[in-house]
């Protein structure tokens, strides 16, 4: 008899499981989502109860084939996908297409790849569960409608590129960052004096520490900091009070998909993705629990040994049992948190994954051990000259219990509330002064979000799931309408007054840097102007509130309590009608700021989104003279830039002077600004200030370029050069660029090792081409796979012959142009015909209004 046929989502779960089951069981991947909605018409018809339309893809084709060959053959057919909503779609998606019975064939879920979960759940199948399926397919439908009906709508209003998207939860995603952002813009930093006194006191053992002491209240203005510390000029300091109180700190609860990206972010600094792709390797390998998941209970069986674990290795005394409750009580796929499969594994081999794994591990094991104890004091210190009162508070740890292994970490910048140690103080002593400051500090505005703590604030306002937080940040980077990089800080001056201790005031001016940030999530020009025309036009797709809501009832679908079509059409009437309104009535919004009036020509200036950017503007379309453009800096932006800025803009290309008998000349381009010596370009840092440089730096630059380019070889009687760009370190000959592969050591790079790259190149460039039609932006090119149509930026198949063989090498080499052709418009139908804008703008909008 054939044998049972298991199918998995990935290639590596499919081995990992294929070892438990053994020789009975053939496990076969299938390679995750194996049919999606049809991207033509949307998919989806809205006439027919929103019944989806479902296409298996050109790159899925393959799979299926070689799935239903093995179904046919096998005596039974078992799904295996996740055990999320996800997966129970995907195991759906399989039964339509292998032509299974979704109520006869045996479904199987576990939330651990390891031998007993695995048998358990073989022993224990159950059907497909069509309530899950129902609310996954809820989630498409709505999110394919959202997408597929407004987006048209932002290339019209807002025009720009036809990149510009919408959806459901990544648009409000976008908004949080730019609210953020406008927040932190118009913050206005109050000033204020932060008071600090450092006294001596003996410890146990009679030796002298120095502790520190804070006034409870700042102060707002130099002169009452001046003030208070001349009136404190030959004070005596007096323990006044002395407060010992118990106190302890409990360890968080084991991860989340959400909390496990935050804390990788904060200890690691993974990104959300990167830790999502590194969970799903440990997952698939068998060293964790399933990695998407809401809930931080332990099963009985996890606690059981975590218990061992910690007595064996840390003593009954860090035993503590505890069971975490979801404060969500609707904590989609609520099973168990993420933890290690074996606590007694306390680390891996792999060295990718090796981090994030002994960070779950030390995250498990905590949440079992015994609270931290501590004992904390807090001193009243009496100033005798204004009687005023000092602070000073510390702790000692008396039981380490959990920290002995894992303390959480905080998004905080700076922890200034972090607790130091303290002599032993008792009432009435008098204290050894050192001396006394009084520093001007400014309040900060809210911080930034990173990834991780965007998808924090995502999870407490009840928006997507753990499923859909990775994804929603990697869509709106990739839309440009946020980006993810470093802020440099600008130095700001304060003033310190410090109180010595031979009782002499002096006055400090120190200087810190304000505003600086890294790996922060930024919003960009047009981030800002799709977010404002959203708000205004569709107010309810960018409520939190409702779109939380929406989260709840795709909840309900899966609970069985509503039904999907149902819930689409609450959502879709309405949604359809304010699009049509919008389409019908809405400006075209240019995200315009009115700076003020350029000196030199009386014209109006103003900043906005233009077809390739954000960008300044002198003067209109109505005026006699046209109007001049300058587009932004990488650092500036539509809502700052300045009246100042913006006519600096204007004043590029700056000359700066000559060098070696050529101009020197700074200017902004489209990869950002340079320098232009002679015929030469040399790039410069983004964010540079070209008002600012002068031709001193400009040359220091031009040599640094030169030295790079400065031949480290010659080949064949021509120079060699290297540098390094966007893909890493590389050589150049010839107008060709080599990749330096790491196994060479690129900073002393042999004769030898230049000529093994270069021949390398070329007989590679040389096998390449089979034919080439360069006018044409077309050739014939060998592949990985085999030879392949290159038609301008696609990759295409090369098609068969009548009678149904494929071409040789020989035919390929003589196929005329025509026939290639040919080839093309059978994979891209009128790819030779002439575009007309105007008649393609026509259709898109016709398309959108038909959909009612």
Known sequence: MAKNLLIVESPAKAKTIAKILGKDF?????????????????????????????IVPDEKQKVVKELKQLAA??????????????????????????????NQTKRIVFHEITAPAIKKAVENPRRIDMNLVNAQQARRVLDRLVGFELSPVLWRKIGMQRSLSAGRVQSVAVRLIVEREREINQFIPEKSFKVEALFAAPDVNGKSVTFKAEAPAKISTHEAAEKFLQQCIGATYKVQQVEIKPAKRTPAAPFTTSTLQQEASRKLGYGVSKTMLLAQ?????????????????????????????????????YHQPRKFKNKNESAQEAHEAIRPTYMSRHTIDEPDTKKLYELIWKRTIASQMSDAVFEKTVAQIDISTNHETLTASGEVLKFEGFLKVYLEGKDDEEDEDSEKNLPPLSEGQILTFREMTATEKYSRPPARYTEASLVKKLEELGIGRPSTYAPTITTIIKRNYVEKKDKEGTQRQLTQFKLNSHNHIEKNILSEITGADKGKLFPTDLGILVTDFLKQHFQKIMDYGFTAKIEENFDEIAEGKIQWNKMIRNFYEPFHENIEHTLENAERAKGERELGIDPESGKKVVARMGRYGAMVQIGSTDDEEKPRFAKLNANQSIETISLEEALNLFKLPRTLGTYENAEVAVNVGRFGPYIKWGEQFISLPKGTDLSEIELEEAIKFIQQKNEADAPIGMYQN?????????????????????NVPK?????????????????????????????????????????????????????LKVGKKADGTKYDAAELSSI???????????????????KVKAAAKKASTSKVKSKK
């Open 73 to 102: 053959k096998a005596a039974e057919v078992w799904l295996a996908s996740d055990e999320d909503r996800e997966g129970e779609s995907i195991s759906w998606h399989l039964a339509e297409v292998l032509g299974l019975d979704p």
């Open 816 to 834: 005329s142009l025509e026939e290639v052709k040919a080839m093309i418009e059978e994979q891209v139908p009128n790819a030779f015909a002439k």
């Open 26 to 54: 053939e496990v076969k991947s299938c390679y995750g989502h194996i049919r999606d909605l049809e991207k033509d018409d949307m998919g989806i018809d809205v006439n027919k109860n929103f019944e989806p339309h479902y």
């Open 743 to 795: 196994k060479y050591n690129f900073d002393a790079l042999s004769q030898n090792d230049i000529q093994e790259l270069i021949n390398s190149k070329l007989e590679k460039e040389a096998n390449r081409y089979i034919q080439q039609w360069p006018d044409e932006k077309i050739a014939i090119e060998n592949g990985r796979w085999g030879p392949f149509i290159r038609f301008q930026k696609k990759m």
């Open 281 to 317: 390797k440990l997952y698939e390998s068998g060293y964790i629990t399933y990695m998407r998941t809401d809930s931080i209970q332990l099963s009985d069986t996890a606690l059981n040994d975590i218990k061992q674990e910690i007595t064996e290795y840390y003593g009954k005394e």
């Open 718 to 738: 021509m120079p060699v050069t290297k540098g390094k760009g966007r893909f890493g370190p590389f050589i150049k000959w010839n107008d060709i660029f080599i």
